[in-house]
C-alpha cells in the first residue's frame, strides 16, 4: 500500500483533533462506580480546513482522492515554535504503557504538554501527545509521558519526529473538490490514523 505525502504549503487554515480512544468503561449495574481502563490503541484524526486556493494550486493535493493509499500530513500547531529539539531517537527497543524514552535531544529542550510527536516504527508513523512537561537532561535523553498508550512497540534508534510531526492514515469525509465563480477551491478533509 503505497504511502503519499501531501503538500507542506498552503498551512491549513483549521485543524481539528478528535482523539478515537479505545479505552473500556465498566458501569455498575447497580449504581456504583464507574471505572475507566485505558487500553492500547487509540489514535488520532485531524480534521483540516484548507484556505481557498486556485483551482491550479489545488491540484497538487490530488493525492486525497487516491485510492488504496494512505497520506503523510503534517500536524499543524500554529503559534507553537517546537524550537531546536535536536535529533531525536528512541532509547531502549521494546516500551509499552504510556511513557516513551528518547536521546539524542539538545540537552535542556523542553518538550510540552500538549504538543504532538509521531514516532516512526518499521516504516510507519505514530502520532501521540505529549502529557506533561518534561525537560531533556544535559546528555540529551528524557522520558515522556504520552496522552495514550504506545500502539506499537518500538525499536532503539527508531526517529522520534518533534520538529515536524506527522499523520499517517486515511483520507476520510473528503468533500466534494469544488470549483466557486471566483474559481477558488477550498478542501476539507480528514486524516484518520489506520
Given at each position: ?19 478515537l ?5 465498566l ?8 471505572q ?48 531546536v ?17 528518547i ?45 495514550t ?36 477551491v ?8 489506520r
Amino acid at each position: 500500500m503505497p504511502v503519499l505525502t501531501l503538500p507542506t504549503t498552503p498551512a491549513p487554515a483549521r485543524m481539528g483533533i478528535e482523539l478515537l480512544t479505545n479505552k473500556n468503561v465498566l458501569v455498575s449495574a447497580l449504581g456504583g462506580n464507574e471505572q475507566e481502563r485505558q487500553r492500547k490503541g487509540s489514535r488520532y484524526a485531524l480534521a483540516f480546513t484548507m484556505p481557498p486556493m486556485r483551482y491550479a494550486d489545488s491540484m497538487a493535493w490530488d493525492d486525497l482522492t487516491a485510492e488504496g493509499a494512505t497520506v503523510l500530513m503534517q500536524v499543524h500547531q500554529p503559534g507553537f515554535d517546537t524550537g531546536v529539539s535536536g535529533a531525536p531517537l528512541v532509547n531502549g527497543g521494546g516500551q509499552a504503557g504510556t511513557s516513551l524514552m528518547i536521546d539524542g535531544l539538545t540537552p535542556a529542550y523542553v518538550l510540552r504538554k500538549g504538543q504532538f510527536l509521531s514516532v516512526i516504527s518499521s516504516g510507519r508513523r505514530f502520532l501521540y501527545r505529549v502529557a506533561a512537561d518534561v525537560i531533556a537532561n544535559g546528555s540529551g535523553q528524557a522520558t515522556v509521558t504520552l496522552r495514550t498508550m504506545l500502539r506499537y512497540p518500538p525499536a532503539d534508534n527508531d526517529v522520534v519526529e518533534i520538529a515536524q510531526p506527522m499523520i499517517e492514515g486515511f483520507v476520510r469525509d473528503m468533500q466534494s473538490v469544488e470549483v466557486g465563480v471566483d474559481r477558488m477551491v477550498q478542501l476539507a478533509f480528514t486524516v484518520r490514523e489506520r
